[in-house]
């Protein structure tokens, strides 16, 4: 969004989102898989990534390469849930925290449907809020980011 608020018509550099950079790395072979997480997963689709910028089946091969079982949350993709943190949501602190909760029960029950212990969560306006639902519904999972499983995934060079 910067070059867009600094008023460029071009950023100075290109630039992907990590999401993609991570799919490339993957895909091109240059991140080597050589174990997956073996319990079962769901995930978030955050907005910004899923509806704005269109990069669901980029993010399922990621979850996919990374995990054996892979739970879909329903519905999902364009028609995910929200979960009710993002665009500063999450910022604007506890007077509305119990407004949020409230309002995201679709939420909570859309995870604990899948039965997964482990929702994956590429954006941290929704780790926070996923965290928050977790707490608050006592849902018997935890919020991982994709890049916290990725490193536990992949193949780390020994220097």
Request: net charge neutral; glycine share 6%.
């Amino acid at each position: 969004m910067a070059p867009q608020w600094l008023g460029w018509k071009q950023a100075p550099i290109e630039y992907i989102h990590a999401t993609k950079f991570y799919y490339e790395l993957i895909r091109d072979g240059r991140l080597k898989i050589i174990r997956k997480i073996k319990e079962p997963v769901t995930y978030q689709e955050p907005c910004n990534i899923v509806r704005n910028a269109g990069y669901k089946e980029i993010l399922q091969y990621i979850f996919h390469a990374i995990c054996e079982n892979v739970i879909d949350p329903h519905p999902n993709g364009m028609h995910n849930y929200c979960c009710i943190a993002g665009g500063g949501v999450i910022n604007c602190g506890p007077p509305w925290k119990m407004v949020r909760m409230e309002g995201n029960r679709a939420k909570a029950e859309q995870l604990r449907e899948t039965g997964a212990h482990i929702v994956i969560t590429p954006c941290h306006n929704c780790h926070s809020g996923i965290e928050d639902l977790i707490k608050h519904y006592k849902l018997d999972m935890h919020a991982v980011f994709y890049s916290d499983l990725l490193l536990q995934c992949i193949e780390l060079p020994k220097e």
